[in-house]
């Protein structure tokens, strides 16, 4: 029998190593669990938002205020579009380049509004519908809570250019009377029967990935290889180590 040179390593580092491991793992794949179940009750917020009916603005404002999630709650208010302020964000229509039309409107009720139209292709930018007179508006809240991305360049309010969703620079810029108040939140125009065909409203979609599912079976997953892995190797030393010591 060949006696090895050194004798193998011992065994204990290797399961106290294996053993962090696999809690490690294990944490992730929990946290993930977690994260599965608040992104599903937020999902189901949100389209229990969307189907319940439609509030008036100081209602959505002052669900805002207590606390309540108001995304793609519907709100429906009387209002007059300022059609010399409208505002384009650069976007996307039907896979080429397109405009998302913004469009300042005063309620009946006092409150300044930035609305979101839809869109329209980059073609017919001055060529859209604008509505004289008071109009009914019903839309959906978005909150666009995010800001600026990293990418993103800064929006140019006196170029009427605009990256990302400002709600505060776009009131500011809207021209609208001092004395609204102003709404500090996005109404995104519901499709209807009476919309213009540009800019085109769309239907509102909450673009929240939810791999939560996936991320926590691959976690849990590599916890289970782990262990397998580790106990093949701490078998494997237990033998080496016992042929060392017999060849002694």
Request: no cysteine; charged share 20%.
């Amino acid at each position: 029998m060949i006696r090895p040179h050194q004798r193998p390593p011992r065994i204990w580092p290797v399961v106290i190593a294996t053993l962090a491991g696999f809690a490690i793992l294990m944490a992730l794949g929990a946290w993930q669990v977690k994260r599965l179940a608040w992104k599903e009750a937020l999902l189901a917020q949100l389209a229990a938002n969307a189907a319940a009916p439609p509030v008036d603005l100081p209602t959505a404002f002052n669900m805002s205020r207590a606390g309540s999630n108001v995304e793609f709650v519907r709100v429906t208010f009387t209002g007059t579009y300022k059609t010399d302020a409208w505002m384009k964000m650069l976007s996307s229509y039907q896979g080429g380049q397109g405009w998302t039309i913004l469009e300042p409107a005063a309620s009946s009720d006092g409150w300044a509004v930035i609305v979101d139209r839809g869109k329209l292709p980059g073609q017919r930018l001055e060529h859209f519908d604008q509505p004289a007179g008071p109009q009914q508006i019903e839309g959906v809240i978005r909150t666009h809570p995010y800001g600026q991305g990293f990418f993103d360049p800064a929006n140019d309010p006196k170029g009427n250019m605009w990256y990302w969703w400002d709600v505060k620079a776009m009131l500011a810029a809207s021209g609208l009377p001092a004395e609204l108040r102003p709404f500090p939140f996005i109404v995104q125009l519901l499709p209807s029967a009476t919309t213009a065909e540009f800019p085109r409203p769309e239907e509102p979609k909450a673009d929240l990935a939810n791999n939560h599912l996936g991320y926590a079976i691959t976690w849990f997953g590599l916890a289970a290889t782990l262990l397998g892995v580790a106990g093949f190797y701490i078998y494997d030393l237990r033998r080496r180590r016992r042929n060392w010591d017999a060849g002694r």
